[in-house]
């Protein structure tokens, strides 16, 4: 079992950044592909980024590349999303997730969300 709690999100301008953090509970969270996904009001929840066990590879969807970094700290059992340059189309609920894959959205558990909103 894994248990994940996410902070870090608040209300920004345009242009800001954030950062999230995901505090992990459990054994495997070392072991595990972690992510990050987002849903807008009316919209699809997205997956955003993703990173494997150690770090050294990550995923991230387009709309966001070159913006965001995926970082964890094994140590401290916890993943980051940089968030740099936001625009007003990044608001959302941001979920931290465990992953089976870290380039899929196959989800094994979700944390509770933390809420970005972006002005322009």
């Known amino acids: 079992q894994v248990q994940l709690v996410e902070s870090g999100g608040g209300l920004v301008q345009a242009g800001d950044s954030l950062r999230l953090s995901c505090a992990a509970s459990g054994r495997t969270f070392s072991r595990s592909a972690m992510g990050w996904f987002r849903q807008a009001p009316g919209k699809e929840r997205e997956f955003v980024a993703g990173i494997n066990w150690s770090g050294g590879s990550s995923y991230y969807v387009a709309s966001v590349k070159g913006r965001f970094t995926i970082s964890r700290d094994n140590a401290k059992k916890s993943v980051y999303l940089q968030m740099n340059n936001l625009k007003p189309e990044d608001t959302a609920l941001y979920y931290c997730?465990?992953?089976?894959?870290?380039?899929?959205?196959?989800?094994?558990?979700w944390g509770q969300g933390t809420q970005v909103t972006v002005s322009s």
């Open positions: 997730a465990a992953l089976r894959y870290y380039n899929t959205n196959f989800v094994d558990y």
